[in-house]
Each structure stands twice: as structure tokens, then as C-alpha cells.
């Protein structure tokens, strides 16, 4: 395993493992991993260079200390002297909205270790990866109503697609913590695991996926991200172009050839067509 070198200081931590995860840490453990202009931008960053390097083949994103990430930090949304109030849709529409069209739409899996609190933003920028596992002491907060604020980053569309309509509704409205169990039990993420073993199945899960199809999955997530919005019909002329388009590719070369042969497919070697 290899390590970039960036300092301790900086808002998100990227390590390279040779297996072809790029972990990325969000890193200010001091203010629970909140989201400010820096860690957005160096998100963002991180992401970018994930879609970009062919060796990253999954992400992998987790949280510093003892959060995930506590959503917006407020110390950025402090009301000016002159009761001036800040423009809160700018934001959105300038650092999260892109943020999490680059988790849905990055032709890779990208896996969120929870590994404590998930609050406002944070909650719904966990829920926009592919996989989701917490530890059982985390817990999801859905906090934009105490704020007199509405779910943003993607909530008010995951949410109810995961949980249902009325468990959304009261999850907004309430503002109240689910544990990572209930939210398992909900289906609102894949696995609750116990602490001690969350980023070692975090690690586990990631690397498996880097080892499959990555263009595969690409395609699956497309055809995810289509699905809420299409009739059976485009649904289904969807599916037969991807599946032309996969088709197409090494990676169904070297599935058919490891079946035949009866052998573990190798989706990281060219097969040498």
C-alpha cells in the first residue's frame, strides 16, 4: 500500500492502495468533519482526478475521528451585522449540486464507510454513493429543520426512494437521529457493522469492486440514474443500448473466456485480443 503525501492539515486526505481504491478521508476531525469552501473544493478535486486516473478503479470515502460529516459548517453562514442574509442557493447550486452529480455519475463504485455521525449535507453525500456501510454507532440526521432550512445535496430525491414516502417525510420534518441498524433495516444503506470492523469491510468491499467490470458498473449506474425517470418502454431501449455498449468491451471478452475456462475473471488485464 501507498500513501500520497499530503499533510495532516489538509481537508481531505487521498491514499492510493495498489489494489485500485483511492481512499478519500474527509479531514477536520476538530469541527466533525464539516463542510466548508475548502473541503468542498478539495472534494471535488479528488473526485475529478478519480474520474480522470485509469488505475482508480473505486472510491472509497470515509470520515476522520469519531464523524462522518456534520454537514455545512455554520461559521460559514453567519448572518452579516447588517441583517443581511446569505444566498444559500448559490452555494448549493455552485459546490454540493456538483458534488453530487460526481458521485452518481462517475462511471466507478464508489463505497461510504460511516463511521459516526452523518448530518444534513454529510447524511445526503453518503447516501449519493453506491454502497454504504456504518458502524452501528453512527447515526443519520436529517437537520435542515431545526435550521428552519429544506434537505438539500439530493435528500429530498434519495430519501424517498430508499425509505418511502412517509419515513422520509418524517425524517425531514422530525429532524430526528436514525441508527445505522434502522437504517439498514430500512434500506436506506446496504450493511451496519460493528465498529471495530467497519473500515476493514469498507477496505474488503471497495477492493472487490475495484476487481469487477468497472466499465460494467459504469453502465449499471447509468441505467440507475435513468431508471426513476423513464417508462418501461425507455427502460427497456436503455438497457439494449448499454448492453450493446458492454458488449462491445474487453471486460465481456474476459467474462466469457473465465467462464469457459472455468477460471476467476481478471477484469484489470487487457485479453490480449
Not at 2 to 15: K, N, W
Not at 173 to 196: C, L, N, Q, T, Y
Request: proline share 5%.
Amino acid at each position: 500500500m501507498t500513501a500520497a503525501s499530503q499533510a495532516s492539515s489538509e481537508p481531505v486526505l487521498l491514499e492510493r492502495l495498489e489494489s485500485g481504491v483511492l481512499t478519500l478521508t474527509l479531514n477536520r476531525p476538530d469541527r466533525l468533519n464539516a463542510f466548508n469552501v475548502a473541503m468542498l473544493e478539495s472534494l471535488a478535486a479528488a473526485m475529478a482526478r478519480a474520474a480522470a486516473t485509469g488505475e482508480c478503479r473505486a472510491v472509497l470515502l470515509t470520515g476522520a475521528g469519531t464523524a462522518f460529516c456534520s454537514g455545512q459548517d455554520l461559521s460559514e453562514r453567519t448572518i452579516a451585522p447588517d441583517g443581511g442574509r446569505p444566498d444559500l442557493g448559490g452555494s448549493i447550486d455552485k459546490r454540493y449540486n456538483p458534488l453530487i452529480r460526481s458521485l452518481r455519475a462517475l462511471p466507478k463504485p464508489v463505497v461510504c464507510a460511516v463511521n459516526g455521525w452523518a448530518a444534513g449535507a454529510g447524511a445526503n453525500v453518503a447516501l449519493a454513493c453506491d454502497i454504504v456501510l456504518a458502524a452501528k454507532s453512527a447515526k443519520f440526521l436529517q437537520a435542515f429543520a431545526r435550521l428552519a432550512l429544506v434537505p438539500d445535496s439530493g435528500g429530498t430525491w434519495f430519501l424517498p426512494r430508499l425509505v418511502g414516502d412517509a419515513r422520509a417525510r418524517a425524517l425531514m420534518m422530525f429532524a430526528e437521529p436514525i441508527s445505522a441498524k434502522d437504517a439498514e433495516a430500512w434500506g436506506m444503506i446496504h450493511r451496519a457493522v460493528d465498529d471495530a470492523e467497519l473500515m476493514g469491510e469498507a477496505r474488503v468491499t471497495a477492493e472487490r469492486l475495484a476487481s469487477g467490470p468497472t466499465r460494467a458498473f459504469g453502465l449499471i449506474k447509468r441505467a440507475l440514474a435513468a431508471s426513476p425517470d423513464n417508462s418501461l418502454d425507455a427502460q427497456l431501449d436503455l438497457e439494449r443500448d448499454l448492453q450493446r455498449e458492454a458488449g462491445a468491451g474487453d471486460e465481456y471478452v474476459e467474462g466469457v473466456r473465465a467462464f469457459l475456462e472455468k477460471r476467476p475473471a481478471n477484469f484489470k488485464r487487457p485479453p490480449g485480443l
